[in-house]
């Protein structure tokens, strides 16, 4: 029994190993790189909406963020011919209002499968990792979810869920940024995150690495 538990933990763990998120990007340049951020736009928070231009992006950063060098030399070669401003998150007065992730997990965290002593993932009924591509929440921001397997490590993460379990996470933070007029009103999920911003309104906005660097490879680099 206790053979056949130790093979079944190996397959769970290599199914945990190659899963990955819907969209993928490039996590090459993972460590930190040679680049940096002095000839980059800096702007302050509270100057998030008075700049001129009817059309901008700000992006907000950390030096030595592991998931900000994924993306580092695309988003500086985005920057060298759009109108980008950098905001530092590591300085305090430009910290925004946090983002209460629980209620986005309780509400879209579900148990989608479970990995059989096989190590195949057995769907519950109407169930498949496929369903969870191209969904959108309330404010009309497309989703994206990473899937999980339980483990007697990370079973903390995952309320009411079992070892072995395989649960759809949610990655997109649930904020109607459309709304915000006012840096006051601003709430950082993590960085990095990507805003585009038209005519003093936010009208999308591009969160952690996997989905900023799907939008920066959209746009043509590479």
Not at 6 to 12: A, G, H, L, Q, V
Not at 48 to 69: R, S
Not at 81 to 108: E, G, H, L, P
Not at 117 to 124: A, P, R, V
Request: proline share 3%.
């Amino acid at each position: 029994m206790r053979k056949t538990m130790r093979k079944t933990m190996k397959k769970m763990m290599g199914i945990a190993m190659s899963m990955v998120m819907l969209f993928s990007v490039n996590l090459s340049a993972a460590a930190a790189t040679s680049l940096d951020y002095d000839n980059v736009q800096k702007i302050a928070t509270k100057d998030f909406f008075n700049q001129t231009e009817d059309d901008y992006y700000v992006y907000y950063y950390m030096e030595n963020c592991p998931f900000c060098n994924q993306v580092k030399s695309d988003m500086l070669k985005f920057a060298e011919d759009r109108s980008v401003y950098f905001v530092d998150y590591r300085i305090r007065d430009n910290w925004c209002q946090s983002y209460d992730w629980d209620v986005a997990i309780k509400k879209y965290n579900k148990t989608i499968g479970r990995v059989s002593q096989e190590g195949s993932i057995e769907y519950l009924p109407g169930e498949s990792m496929e369903k969870y591509q191209g969904l959108k929440n309330m404010y009309g921001k497309e989703m994206i979810f990473s899937f999980e397997i339980v483990t007697e490590d990370n079973i903390a993460q995952f309320e009411g869920a079992q070892p072995g379990d395989v649960v759809a996470n949610i990655q997109t933070p649930e904020i109607d940024y459309v709304s915000m007029t006012s840096p006051d009103e601003l709430i950082i999920a993590g960085v990095p995150v990507l805003f585009h911003v038209v005519d003093g309104k936010i009208v999308n906005f591009y969160f952690d690495s996997v989905e900023i660097g799907a939008y920066l490879q959209s746009n043509n680099l590479k």
